[in-house]
Structure formats: C-alpha cells, structure tokens
C-alpha cells in the first residue's frame, strides 16, 4: 500500500456534508493525510480541501487513484449503489488493493453489496456505522460500529481509534448496519414520545422545565430527553440529526422487521410522525422539531 506522511495511509473523503466533513477534518488534525475529496455540492468540497490542502476531485476514480482508503458518507442505498458502480465512473475503477470504509446509514444489504462489489474487484471494504452526531465526528469522538472482514477492521483499527470515543466490532457485513437501524428506530421512538408527553404537559399547563427535571430522574428519562428535552421546549430545532433522516432511518428498521416477520407498530406510528415532518417542509429540521406537531400552541399541530 502506497502511504503519505511516515506510515499513514493517503485518505479520500466521498460526501463531504456535515458528518463526512467532521471525519476529514479530524483526521487531517491528527496527521492523516486526505488526499482526495469528493462532493456532489462542490462548494462543501472545496471547504474541506481548503482546510486540508486535499485535491477536489470531481469523478470518483479520480478519489481512488489519490487514496489508499476511501471514507464513504451517502445519502442513500441508490447513492451507494452509484458509487460502487460496476461500469462507468466508479470508486472500483483501479481499485486493487484500496480500502472503503463505508459510514452511511443505507440498508444492510447496500452495505453488504458494496462490499461484495470491493472484493470482486480486489479491493477491501468494511461499514463503519456511527451512534454520534456532528460535534463527535469533528472531535473524534464518534461511537463507531465495524462491520465486515475482521482482519480489514484489525489493520484499520489504529485510524477508527482517532475518529472514536467507543470502538466495536460487530460481525460480518450487514450486522453493523442492521444495529445502527435499530440504535436510530429506538432513538426516534424516544424522540417522538418525548415529544408527546411535553406537548400533553404544555396543554395541561403544566412548567415544562419541572417536567423535564421529574422525566429526567424517573422512568421516563432518556439519552433525547438530555439532548433534545430543552430544544423541544424552546422551539431550537438546529439540525444535527434531522427528521428526513430520520423517517428513513425508521423505515430501514421498519423493512428489517417485516423481512424478520414481526409487526412493530410503535415503530411505525413514530417513523409516520418524521414522515409528516417532511410532508409539512420541515423535515430539514433537528429531529426535535417533532415536538412542532405535538404541542397545542404550534400551528403545525392542527395538519
């Protein structure tokens, strides 16, 4: 493997938005050279290769030909599938012996085949499935999830160890991929129940602050309560994991619990709250703008 600075790999970064941006960054802080950048919104590129000095490419060959592993953050399973391509302009041409460390929150089997498209043509690939936010990918503290080839995560260990507070190893492709559905259902679940029982409390009369204070040191606490219990309440709605993310986040561990069998209508009832959010213009918001369809006094209530 060609390497930049002592023994460190050259990085590439494809999907520079708000997370991807926060990993190149951390990386180029701590002595990783990023060599290469890639966007479709170049101004995001050209950001982070101007705080980095990496090349904005503008073709994903072009990510690879500069690197020797490419950190993927995508919207989507069709945007995976269009960056592990197997004809055209793709990550995989002139892809022996590189390694993708695939971070985006698509389904299991996107990820499964994007690894299985690596291999076949002589690169590696694992997932790398962040629990975190914008603040943890930027300060390297990001709870990181591993899946895929055991032997790829050991060699890649030292560099997750500077992007992570919480490193582990999952299993075998697809299964770190299947936790974080789950880690980003319950979370949702949490998210639009807490914003239920305030809005009721708001409706009641009811100090929401008291009520936060008796939620936080009862049945009713939750890692959402300290992260978006004020926001809900102050109508502060500063996107750091937003309500379009998270109906599709819901709807991914929605499909894996119908291919399972099971019926999970909890699940479902939050997942059509982010869907509303969306339908309404607002699903750009923090997920905490849940609570704008929950409280009485707020206009969208009433649609």
């Known amino acids: 493997m060609a390497t930049g600075n002592g023994s460190l790999p050259n990085i590439g970064v494809v999907g520079v938005g708000r997370m991807g941006a926060g990993m190149a960054l951390r990386l180029h802080d701590v002595g990783y050279p990023v060599a290469a950048v890639y966007d479709v919104y170049k101004p ?14 503008t073709e994903l060959a072009q990510v690879t030909a500069h690197s020797d592993v490419v950190i993927t953050v ?26 993708f460390v695939n971070c985006a929150t698509v ?42 080839d055991r032997a790829v995560f050991d060699r890649l260990e030292p560099m997750f160890a500077q992007m992570s507070k919480s490193l ?25 129940g807490l914003a239920e029982g305030l809005g009721i409390g708001d ?11 008796v939620f936080s040191q009862t049945g009713a606490n939750s890692r959402v309560l300290e992260t978006d219990g004020l926001d809900m309440q102050n109508r502060e709605h500063d996107v750091f994991f937003s309500g379009a993310h998270a109906a599709k986040d819901s709807h991914i561990a929605i499909a894996l619990a119908k291919e399972a069998g099971l019926e999970v209508p909890v699940a479902e009832a939050s997942a059509a709250q982010f869907d509303k959010m969306v339908r309404l213009g607002i699903g750009e918001l923090d997920k905490s703008g849940v609570a704008e369809l929950t409280f009485k006094s707020r206009a969208l209530s009433h649609h």
């Open 74 to 99: 995508v919207t989507d399973d069709k945007a995976m599938q269009a960056i592990f391509a197997e004809s055209g302009d793709s990550l995989l041409a002139g892809a022996t012996g590189k390694t």
């Open 107 to 148: 389904s299991p089997a996107a990820h499964v085949t994007a690894i299985e498209r690596a291999g076949r043509a002589g690169a590696h690939a694992v997932e790398a499935l962040m629990a975190s936010s914008i603040p943890q990918a930027r300060d390297g503290t990001l709870y990181l999830m591993i899946g895929g």
């Open 203 to 213: 409706a009641l009369g009811l100090d929401l602050t008291m009520l936060r204070e």
């Open 168 to 192: 582990r190893y999952i299993g075998p492709a697809g299964s770190a991929a299947q936790v974080k559905a789950l880690v980003n259902m319950v979370m949702n679940i949490n998210t639009a």
């Open 44 to 57: 995001s590129a050209e950001a982070v290769g101007k705080e980095t000095g990496a090349t904005v490419v």
